[in-house]
């Protein structure tokens, strides 16, 4: 159901410089099917496999199924042609990407109710708060606009205490900067809901100065609530019992490996497929913020993920073992080590080594 603005307000956006992507409205992802075809490093198109799970692996070899990517848009804005043929096609829901792309575009996201408020009240003796485009997300959110001249990538600003999440957090605010987007109104959210446009107009983005820019963010640091996770709390505790310890040559973690897949480990949690190769996290089943690579590891890309693959600056995919130390012994490698050790009938003394997070 497109709302019956949206191919008016798409053109306007254009017209103003943002790059745009279109969004699939199951999953607030990039709608594959309509965007460029991607390419391996050596310039093969990629397709999608199915497989007899119902997942999907990135191969060369040609299917019904073939790979969109939209990197191409993180360089420059889609022509006119392109728009026409994604309104044309039903597109329901647009997304602009952040950084100098889109003249240095950065949106900033409150996703937990009280934070835009308080935050607001901290700079709005601004003169800029008042002309910043704002809009209420489909999901209930907060969402501002502004450019800068130096736009960075997306930063994670703010974290609020939450006992549902593994972590022990959720992200409570957040930017949508260089290589990243955020849906424009009036784009369809998953709920049926619309994202709608509380103020100012997205087609007419500010530009601030970078110190106006840098303080707004400084302001929303400030409200952080859970600066550590549930884990980072009992790592400071008792380092010894949470921090895997690093050895050489073969270890109980490359047996477990070879035992389970990743496939079923996602399964095993709570993991939802999400069509495309994706899986969402658990509790948030449109998130599709998991994709599962060749080499059978996943890589997760939600903050909010008990797995979040840029945790601490860790950037590496999950394996099979890094699920069970995750989900059955609190991230404790050691403890998990010595039970997978039990459960899978392996001599220690034979492989009684650790490897670090992501091995």
Not at 156 to 180: F, M, V
Not at 191 to 217: C, H, W
Request: some cysteine.
């Amino acid at each position: 159901m497109r709302h019956r603005y949206f191919p008016q307000a798409v053109w306007r956006y254009w017209e103003s410089g943002l790059s745009l992507i279109p969004i699939n409205t199951r999953t607030k992802r990039p709608y594959s099917r309509l965007l460029p075809q991607a390419c391996n490093t050596n310039g093969d198109p990629l397709y999608y496999q199915k497989k007899n799970n119902g997942t999907l692996s990135v191969t060369t070899d040609k299917t019904t199924i073939r790979k969109g990517t939209w990197e191409p848009y993180q360089k420059q804005q889609a022509t006119a042609d392109e728009i026409g043929y994604w309104l044309t096609n039903g597109v329901c829901a647009i997304a602009a990407i952040g950084g100098d792309v889109s003249g240095g575009l950065e949106i900033i996201d409150f996703d937990v109710g009280g934070y835009y408020e308080k935050w607001v009240d901290l700079v709005y003796t601004e003169d800029v708060i008042g002309v910043l485009p704002t809009q209420r997300t489909g999901g209930g959110g907060m969402q501002m606009a502004w450019r800068c001249p130096e736009p960075e990538g997306n930063q994670k600003l703010a974290w609020h205490p939450d006992e549902s999440y593994h972590s022990g957090r959720c992200i409570a605010i957040e930017t949508r900067g260089k290589n990243g987007y955020a849906l424009m109104p009036p784009s369809l959210h998953p709920s049926g809901n619309f994202y709608e446009l509380i103020a100012g107009k997205f087609s007419a983005v500010p530009m601030l100065t970078q110190e106006q820019r840098d303080y707004l963010l400084k302001c929303a640091r400030s409200l952080c609530q859970a600066p550590k996770t549930r884990q980072e709390i009992a790592h400071a505790q008792n380092p010894r019992a949470s921090t895997p310890q690093e050895f050489d040559g073969e270890s109980v973690i490359d047996v477990f490996n070879a035992r389970y897949s990743v496939d079923a480990m996602l399964r095993r949690y709570n993991y939802t497929p999400s069509g495309n190769g994706r899986y969402s996290r658990p509790g948030k089943e449109d998130s599709a913020g998991v994709v599962i690579f060749d080499n059978g590891k996943s890589y997760h890309m939600s903050s909010n993920d008990p797995l979040d693959s840029d945790a601490v600056g860790l950037h590496q995919p999950r394996s099979a073992f890094d699920f069970y130390a995750q989900f059955e012994h609190d991230g404790s490698y050691r403890n998990a080590v010595r039970m997978a050790a039990q459960e899978l009938g392996i001599n220690r003394r034979k492989y009684p080594q650790i490897h670090r997070v992501g091995s």
